[in-house]
C-alpha cells in the first residue's frame, strides 16, 4: 500500500514558489477561456437537442443526460424490456438457444432438424414431375434403376455436402480412380449422381409467378425457413443486415454487382440472425419497391420493408 506523504512547506523558496504560480493577468486568461469553452459547449448541446427534436432546457448537464439516453433508445417509446404493437405485446425472451423438443444426439440428428420430411418429399415429387414433362422416365430408370426416391435424395445432398467440405477443380474430379475423394464413390455412381444434378427440381417449370423472382424456390425457402425458426428461441438482441450468396448462373432479374464486395456477382439476401450468430429468418432482394404478398400494396420504403417483413416471426410468435 502506497502511503501518503506529508510535504514540507519549506521544499520551495519563496523565488521557486513564485516562478511556477501564476500571474493575476494569467489567472483572469483561463478564466476567460474556460468560460468561453463552457458557453460554446452549452450552445453545441442545445443545437444538438434541436436538431434531434429534443427539450433544450435545463443546465449542461441535463443536456448530456437527454441526449445520451435519448440516442441509447431508453424511451419507453423503444424500450428493450417490451416492443408494442397494435396486434400484440411481445416481451424479454428470457430462453434462448435450440427448444428442449429439438435437442439433437448424432449429426444426422441435427440436419433433420433443418431438412425435415417434407422438404425430402418436395424435392422428391417436383424431380419426378420434372423428368415426366421432359419424358425422360426410360433414362431414369436405366441409370438410376429405379424412380426418384428419397434415399437417392438423401445420397444426392450428402454428396454436396462433402464437396463443400473437400473441394476439388470439378465435379469429376471425385471419381477419379487415381485422386478421387473416397468417400464420394462409396455413397453414389458418378453416372447417377449427374443424372440426378441435371433434374433435381424445386417447383413446376410450367407454373410461373411474376411477382416474384424466386417463386422455382419459394416453398423450399418458406419449409425451411418454417424449420429454422420452429427449433430455436432467439435470443433478446436480434440485427438484420444484407449479405451475398455467390452465383455465376444466369438470372438477369435479381443477380447484383456490388464491385466493392468480395463476391462480385450473386444474390443480394437480407438475414435476421440473433446474437448467438443463428439465421432465424431471410429473404432474397428483389428490387427497391417491394409489395406485401397479402395485400399487394407497397410496404414503404426499403429499409422499412426489410425489417418489417424479418421481424414478424418475432413479433407475432404465439410461443
Known sequence: ????????????????????????????EIEYIESDLQKKLAKDLKEICKDRGYSQQGSKTDLIKRILTKD??????????????????????????LRNKSQPKRPYDSFSLLFSSDIIDLIVNQTRLYIKQNDLESKAIKILGSEVNCYMIYAFLSITIQMGICTLPSISYYWS????????????????????HSVIHLADNKVDDKTDAFFKVREYLNLLLRNYQEHWYPSEIVTIDEDMIPSNHQ??????????????????????????????????????????????????????????QLMEPIIFKKN
Not at 1 to 28: K, R
Not at 92 to 97: A, F
Open 72 to 97: 441509447q433508445g431508453t424511451d419507453n417509446d423503444w424500450s428493450p424490456d417490451i416492443v408494442k404493437s397494435d396486434k400484440c405485446e411481445v416481451k424479454k425472451n428470457v430462453k434462448t438457444g
Open 177 to 196: 480412380e487415381t485422386n478421387g475423394y473416397e468417400p464420394v464413390q462409396r455413397i453414389m455412381p458418378r453416372s447417377k449422381f449427374m443424372f440426378l
Open 251 to 308: 438470372h438477369d432479374k435479381s443477380k447484383q454487382y456490388p464491385p466493392n464486395k468480395p463476391n462480385k456477382w450473386g444474390f443480394r439476401v437480407w438475414k435476421l440472425v440473433d446474437s448467438n450468430g443463428y439465421m432465424y429468418n431471410m429473404d432474397f432482394y428483389q428490387g427497391k419497391n417491394p409489395i406485401n404478398e397479402n395485400s399487394g400494396k407497397m410496404m414503404g420504403s426499403l429499409g422499412e420493408s426489410v425489417v418489417k
Open 1 to 28: 500500500m502506497i502511503e501518503e506523504q506529508e510535504f514540507d512547506n519549506d521544499v520551495f523558496s519563496d523565488g521557486e514558489a513564485e516562478a511556477i504560480s501564476p500571474s493575476v493577468e494569467e489567472y483572469e
